[in-house]
């Protein structure tokens, strides 16, 4: 029998190569196993499965409550939900257990008994709501902007594939009183202006997490491992705004716009003791709860910047007499107009030459006899005494987009500038920070930093803010002789402009022109004279044509200032004002 070469053909030839080949193929796959759970690394693989079923989801802390001085709520948080479903789960939804029989009623299962059970809930017809759980979408809303109590009401029937993403939003229950003051909170949860936005982290709180593994169909999976940090909600927040004055300064300050047709018009209520802002008020005021995109975020009271005019008369002078370079019976001969050098200067109308003590010089107003006056100092001290009055530098309030101002060195004062110093140009100011300035002189010479914030609550409940920093301006007799000269400047007689029944006032007006020749009018004032504690300044913006401070905002303060003391309960002390002589 002859031997040859082994014929595939034959059995056990065929068995052998299956043989070979499944043993090469198992070979294979447990070199590859080795290579992926041992070489390559098979935790890597589980980290990379588990991540792919890890879902994270936010738990929204809610944001604290804004507080007035008195505890009235001027913003609030509330919750609401957006309601969504998973159509891939819906369907597996059983009915509801008898209570009786403890068996589940047939018909009430599906799509079709979810659909019954949820749309009295959602304000939809059964009809509606069941196109809305049929199909093949993993999430799909049902309804956006629940009420949080309604939200919880559908959740209570445990409807599978049904979800509620709670949110917070901001509530402004006095509309535009303070609106732009306290600023607004956007759609996405992130401030924008006002008190909103500069105490944004002591508000906001920390948002939480809920972290779990889900199934194909998007359903979390029971036995999985489900991890919650709770979320901390922000603190309250309580501010030195008295709600009833800023809501009638408001009043008082659009009434005046429009009655002057003037651009704009801004109230600040001050208290110069403490440093408290009672109110800060602005004729354009939005409503944060329907805000539009005409309306303007910025906050004018800290940021519209603008001459003085002759408010800025009272620095200069406080400079020379706490200086010992003038004297309130300093006598002056006054022309209406004069030259300085190169430079003329006039005073706002003309008039017959005045024989004027210091005293008479700033009741009258005169730029004239205010640049005679200062030419005793030098102007490094007259721009020494601007800065401490706080002129050229930002005030500290608690507010977002405050401007320092501005104030040049006296090496850029150029010309008429030298000059125009002296009586409130060739510098700009805020009216917060006029209000502060003007305050050192009611309070022995001490400026106080405004504040806007009373307390901040820090989970004990509401503590105290530290005291605000105080820096002395000038000596507490130039102080208290440029109080007897601001009496001096307001008659206490019925019919004045800046007249308070029962209260000596004292005060002083301000005029100038702006850059588009537009002007600016304001007052700022102080009652009663004799025990001063509150400063109220009313600015006018954008006048088309001259109108005196006296006139366009003197009535204003009058007002504002009648108001903020009967609130404040502050009584009249009975004492007459000061008549200091004002002609020699």
């Not at 004297?327 to 002056?332: A, E």
């Not at 209406?336 to 008479?360: M, Q, Y």
Request: net charge positive.
């Amino acid at each position: 029998m002859q031997l040859g070469p082994a014929r595939v053909g034959k059995p056990e030839n065929r068995f052998r190569l299956l043989f070979f080949t499944v043993m090469a193929l198992v070979l294979l796959l447990v070199l590859r196993l080795i290579w992926v759970q041992g070489l390559w690394g098979g935790s890597e693989l589980a980290n990379e499965a588990r991540s792919e079923r890890h879902r994270h989801r936010v738990i929204q802390a809610a944001r604290g409550d804004i507080l007035d001085r008195s505890g009235q709520v001027l913003v609030s948080s509330s919750q609401l939900c957006d309601l969504a479903v998973n159509q891939l789960q819906i369907g597996q939804y059983l009915g509801p257990v008898d209570s009786k029989t403890k068996k589940r009623a047939p018909g009430d299962e599906g799509i079709a008994g979810a659909a019954r059970k949820l749309a009295p809930l959602i304000g939809k017809s059964v009809e509606e709501t069941t196109a809305m759980l049929t199909g093949k979408k993993g999430f799909s809303y049902l309804k956006k902007g629940m009420d949080a109590k309604e939200c919880r009401a559908v959740m209570a029937l445990r409807l599978p594939g049904v979800t509620a993403d709670y949110r917070s939003i901001r509530i402004y229950p006095n509309g535009k009183v303070a609106g732009s003051l306290l600023g607004v909170v956007q759609a996405d949860g992130k401030p924008a202006a006002g008190v909103e936005l500069s105490l944004d982290k002591t508000l906001k709180g920390v948002d939480g997490t809920i972290s779990y593994e889900s199934g194909a169909q998007g359903q979390a999976i029971p036995s999985a491992a489900r991890a919650v940090t709770p979320a901390q909600d922000g603190r309250d927040v309580q501010l030195t705004i008295d709600r009833d004055l800023q809501w009638y300064a408001q009043g008082v300050v659009s009434e005046t716009a429009r009655k002057f047709n003037a651009q704009a018009a801004s109230a600040v209520i001050y208290n110069s003791r403490t440093g408290e802002i009672l109110a800060l008020a602005d004729s354009g005021s939005y409503d944060p709860n329907r805000l539009t995109r005409k309306d303007n975020l910025a906050i004018p009271s800290v940021s519209y910047v603008f001459e003085p005019g002759s408010t800025g008369k009272l620095f200069t002078i406080s400079g020379l007499l706490d200086t010992g370079k003038g004297k309130v019976d300093d006598t002056y001969t006054v022309p209406w107009e004069k030259n300085f050098g190169r430079e003329r200067i006039k005073d706002s109308h003309s008039h017959p030459v005045e024989r004027l003590t210091l005293a008479g010089v700033l009741k009258e107003s005169s730029n004239v006899g205010t640049v005679m006056a200062a030419e005793r100092a030098t102007p490094d001290e007259r721009y020494k005494y601007l800065q401490l009055f706080g002129i050229g530098s930002k005030t500290g309030i608690e507010l977002p987009g405050e401007s320092p101002g501005i104030l040049h060195p006296p090496s850029e004062w150029h010309g008429r500038t030298k000059l125009t110093t002296t009586f409130g140009q060739g510098y700009a100011v805020t009216p917060v920070q006029m209000v502060a300035a003007v305050g050192a002189l009611t309070n022995g010479g001490v400026r106080v930093t405004p504040t806007i914030v009373k307390a901040i609550d820090d989970g004990r409940g509401l503590q105290p803010t530290p005291e605000r920093e105080r820096h002395r301006v000038v000596s507490e007799e130039t102080a208290h002789q440029m109080l007897q000269m601001m009496d001096t400047n307001v008659p206490d007689k019925p019919g004045q402009n800046a007249y308070v029944a029962r209260y000596a006032v004292g005060g002083k007006t301000g005029t100038a022109q702006t850059a588009d020749h537009a002007y600016t009018a304001s007052f700022i004032g102080v009652a009663p004279v004799d025990n001063p504690e509150i400063v109220v300044g009313v600015f006018v913006y954008g006048l088309k044509e001259f109108i005196s401070g006296n006139t366009a905002a003197a009535p204003a303060f009058a007002d504002i200032m009648r108001f903020t003391l009967d609130r404040q309960r502050i009584a009249p002390t009975g004492k007459p004002g000061t008549e200091l002589p004002t002609t020699w």
